[in-house]
Nanobody, 128 residues
Framework: VQLQASGGGLVQPGGSLRLSCAAS????????VGWFRQAPGKEREGVSC????????YYLDSVKGRFTISRDNAKNTVYLQMNSLKPEDTAVYYC??????????????????????WGKGTQVTVSS
């Protein structure tokens, strides 16, 4: 089971990035998936989590209306589209997945260590 995140980089405030998380060794169709981030000196926080089985999605309040989580089941990949980026979005972003779909996305995103499988992070820096 592997998760590989990519797509991070340096972007100016107001800009956009799309993060990708490719899964191998299992199908994301039947997993809760999520994106988390950790800024220097801060605890990891859940940005967005999605439960495909019950069509339920969680977003951190500070990213609502700017970030969108989505899946491409054919590519076994999860995306995080990030628009209107702000300097405070600067962090290392991680993707994660868990097969226990009876838990809500809210539970996973507000319990930063609940997900079973984690990918390595990708750095997002928002700066002029």
């Amino acid at each position: 089971v592997q998760l590989q995140a990519s797509g991070g980089g340096l972007v100016q405030p107001g800009g956009s990035l799309r993060l990708s998380c490719a899964a191998s060794g299992f199908s994301l169709d039947y997993y809760v998936v999520g994106w988390f981030r950790q800024a220097p000196g801060k605890e990891r926080e859940g940005v967005s989590c999605s439960n495909n089985i019950v069509a339920n999605t969680y977003y951190l309040d500070s990213v609502k209306g700017r970030f969108t989580i989505s899946r491409d089941n054919a590519k076994n990949t999860v995306y995080l589209q990030m628009n209107s980026l702000k300097p405070e979005d600067t962090a290392v972003y991680y993707c994660a997945a868990d097969p226990r779909t009876y838990y809500s996305p809210n539970y996973y995103c507000t319990s930063a260590d609940a997900m079973r499988y984690w990918g390595k992070g990708t750095q997002v820096t928002v700066s002029s």
